[in-house]
T-cell receptor, first 110, second 113 residues
Framework: EDQVTQSPEALRLQEGESSSLNCSYT??????LFWYRQDPGKGPEFLFT???AGEEKEKERLKATLTKKESFLHITAPKPEDSATYLC???????????FGSGTQLTVLP | EPEVTQTPSHQVTQMGQEVILRCVPI?????FYWYRQILGQKVEFLVS????????KSEIFDDQFSVERPDGSNFTLKIRSTKLEDSAMYFC???????????FGPGTRLTVL
């Protein structure tokens, strides 16, 4: 059974204080790993897809990396508007379904 | 920028009633999905749909659930006889390719009384 664990569950940062979020996964035949941002009461907003170990992608203050067993979302000099829940979701085997983690709730204080 | 839309944004129904949740996927996307998120819990996969057929479904997607693409733009999720535990946010998503990025709609909040 596919498993996804995100840590920490919650993270409070001061504006400008960089940090990393972790996503550990156990899936059969990883086909890709997706990162989403979710604001309260809203749908997940697509951020990145990573397809192979060693791959990195960047968007503004966010950088996602992938290894064979985990992915990291690095947040550099965050701003209050980066406050949200960040979700990772690996895509396994021939499945077209995403298995979501519980997310990391990020709060960036001004 | 193209986006997935969903209606209604909030649906309140009585237990045992039928509900239909509607979605308009991104126009050039061919793969469609429904997910749900019970308050405070993970986003969970329900069903995927391609070429007018269900591709995959989860254990949650039992005989009470059905999906349909009634025309060239809409994608619907029907719950035949709602239960209290069906109360959740329901998200529609679409993708251009089977392993491509899935773009989510804003969700429909379903409240079953």
């Amino acid at each position: 059974e596919d498993q996804v664990t995100q840590s920490p569950e919650a993270l409070r940062l001061q504006e400008g204080e960089s940090s990393s979020l972790n996503c550990s996964y156990t899936v059969s035949g990883l086909r890709g790993l997706f990162w989403y941002r979710q604001d309260p009461g809203k749908g997940p907003e697509f951020l990145f897809t990573l397809y192979s170990a060693g791959e990195e992608k960047e968007k503004e203050r966010l950088k996602a990396t992938l290894t064979k067993k985990e992915s990291f979302l690095h947040i550099t000099a965050p701003k209050p508007e980066d406050s949200a829940t960040y979700l990772c979701a690996p895509l396994s085997g021939s499945a077209r379904q995403l298995t979501f983690g519980s997310g990391t709730q990020l709060t960036v204080l001004p | 920028e193209p986006e997935v839309t969903q209606t209604p944004s909030h649906q309140v129904t009585q237990m045992g009633q039928e509900v239909i949740l509607r979605c308009v996927p991104i126009s050039n996307h061919l793969y469609f999905y429904w997910y749900r998120q019970i308050l405070g819990q993970k986003v969970e996969f329900l069903v995927s749909f391609y070429n007018n057929e269900i591709s995959e479904k989860s254990e949650i997607f039992d005989d009470q659930f059905s999906v349909e693409r009634p025309d060239g733009s809409n994608f619907t999720l029907k719950i035949r006889s709602t239960k209290l535990e069906d109360s959740a946010m329901y998200f529609c998503a679409s993708s251009e390719a089977p392993l491509g990025e899935q773009f989510f709609g804003p969700g429909t909040r379903l409240t079953v009384l």
